[in-house]
């Protein structure tokens, strides 16, 4: 069920509306006289993606404020000791999931009741229908537990990659320009706006310059450390036997950083994984930022688009600059993210990839 929500048939509907929730953002964030904190608002941009896009729920932007700030208390205390007592992590982000799974439950209700004006088939839609079609129809309790697992999957980890592209796009402005060059030799970018309906699921996949950006930030900047797998066959590693039944974990950092066939490592460089090098195909398991095997991450295409978006509107539409004098340590527990605030400000673009003046400022600037 969950791999037909990331099929080709169901990006494809859900660019157009990735690419909305993403250029709504972005005016946002360029008409805010101070600068904004990247990580944060990274944060409420993949939950909105998740809430209108994935799930096609309807609500206002207070409804979506509200269940976003419980939606954040969960998940800051999804990694507390299980110890239910008063005050506790356990017992607060215990309470923000029941909150979370009755504002759910309201929201599925009014989506189950409210079928017309629908242009597109959404996850949720998918979850509800595959249901009925193999005679097992949903339980409300499985919607809402379905859809919460959506929710969480899309949003730290997306989060913590978009903040690390807009770091990376401002330490390197030659890889910015370079991106910029490869939309207007596609016919994606014109007089720096995206030309209308330039965007399909095929178009960007076959940007390669833009691929190797991805791939890149998704190496040095893996959001997620490493995952679990169960051991089916007891085997020898290193000289050490691993008995069959026991859990081991493999670590998508430390292969990345120690893997022999990247040649500078800790540096961005995104032509590494160019045509004419061969760094990324030289072994199976060096590069594994989704995981690997049978059961890597099945969303992975979806976040793959979702940054590639994000990449596309920020070379079209936004100037920005760090609004202070350095950047902030990366911290890489639970996911990447920086230690200290990224603040950023934003510039909206006209077409000729001139700031837009505020009618305030236009004031402030004429002549008396």
Known sequence: VFSKIFSHEALETYLPKIQ???????????????????YCEAQKLTFRMAIRVLLGFRLSDEELNLLFRVFQQFVENVFSLPVDIPFSGYRRGMQARETLLR???????????????????????????????HGNELTMQ????GTLELIFAAHATTASASTSLIMQLLKHPAVLEKLREELRSNGIL???????????????????????????????YSP?????????????????QIPKGWSVLYSIRDTHDTSPVFKDADVFD????????????????????????????LGKQLAKLFLKTLAIELASMSRFELATRTFPKVLPVPVVHPADELKVRFYGLDSNQNEIVTETEAMLGATV
């Not at 330039?198 to 960007?204: F, P, S």
């Not at 590494?272 to 995981?291: A, M, S, V, W």
């Open 20 to 38: 909305l929730v993403i250029q709504d953002t972005l005016r946002v964030w360029s008409s805010s006289p101070d600068p904004i904190n990247v």
């Open 103 to 133: 504002g759910l439950e309201k929201a599925i209700q009014e989506k189950l009741q409210n079928t017309q004006g629908k242009d597109y088939t959404d996850a949720l839609d998918v979850l509800i229908e595959s249901g009925k079609e």
């Open 142 to 145: 499985e919607l809402m537990d």
């Open 190 to 220: 014109h007089n720096g706006c995206v030309c209308e309906g330039a965007l399909r699921v095929d178009t960007i996949t076959t940007l390669p310059y833009l691929d190797c950006v991805i791939k890149e930030l998704l190496r040095l």
């Open 224 to 240: 997620v450390s490493g995952g679990y797998r169960t051991v089916l066959q007891t085997f020898e590693l290193d000289g050490c």
């Open 270 to 297: 995104p032509d590494r994984f160019g045509q004419d090098r061969t760094e990324d195909k030289d072994g199976r398991f060096h590069y594994l930022p989704f995981g690997g095997g049978v059961r890597n991450c």
